[in-house]
Every structure is written in structure tokens, then in C-alpha cells.
């Protein structure tokens, strides 16, 4: 059973329980695998390019930036964790490189 996930909105007035709290949507996990072999080696700045752009949108809107879980993962001669698993709004991708 999945736990809800919760979100501390504001204090109530006059109302001393504690902060009004509402549901989160659920958490949707991306995982993006990036192809990281020699062969991508000339596309590298499109691929930078766009996962920056893709963080950007995410962030965009407040919901999505708090219900989507972003994994980044390249693969070539070997797999490698290059970010994550972290929510869209803190996800703040760097530049990569690949050794192919």
C-alpha cells in the first residue's frame, strides 16, 4: 500500500491544530537512459540541450514539478547514475560528456 504524500499549504487562521496540508498527485518515476557510446559523441550538445530544456518544463508547473521523480542513466562501455533519482523541481542537470 502506497503511502499519500502530503503538502503543508499554510497555517489556518485562528485555527491552532497546525498547517492545512493537502494531497500530492502521485509520483511518477522518469527514468532517461541516454545512449553514451563513441557513436554519440558528435550529438552530445543536442543531448545536453534537451534534457536542459526538459527541466525546465518540468519546473514550470508547480503540480508536475512536485509529483515527477527523474532518474538520469548513460550507457555505452558501461551504465552509469548521472543524476537522481531526485523530484523535477530540484533536478538542476549538469553538462555531460561522454568517453564513448
Given at each position: 500500500m502506497e503511502r499519500k504524500r502530503?503538502?503543508?499549504?499554510?497555517?489556518?487562521?485562528?485555527?491552532?491544530?497546525?498547517?492545512?496540508v493537502e494531497p500530492l498527485p502521485p509520483l511518477v518515476r522518469l527514468h532517461l537512459v541516454i545512449d553514451g557510446s563513441g557513436s554519440m559523441c558528435d550529438s552530445i550538445d543536442a543531448v545536453n540541450d534537451g534534457i536542459a530544456m526538459l527541466a525546465v518544463a518540468l519546473r514550470q508547473d508547480a503540480i508536475t514539478a512536485d509529483s515527477i521523480d527523474i532518474t538520469l542513466i548513460s550507457f555505452g562501455g558501461t551504465v552509469e547514475l548521472l543524476a537522481g533519482p531526485?523530484?523535477?523541481r530540484d533536478f538542476r542537470p549538469r553538462s555531460y560528456t561522454w568517453s564513448g
Open positions: 502530503l503538502r503543508q499549504t499554510s497555517w489556518v487562521s485562528g485555527d491552532c491544530s497546525g498547517p492545512a531526485t523530484l523535477a
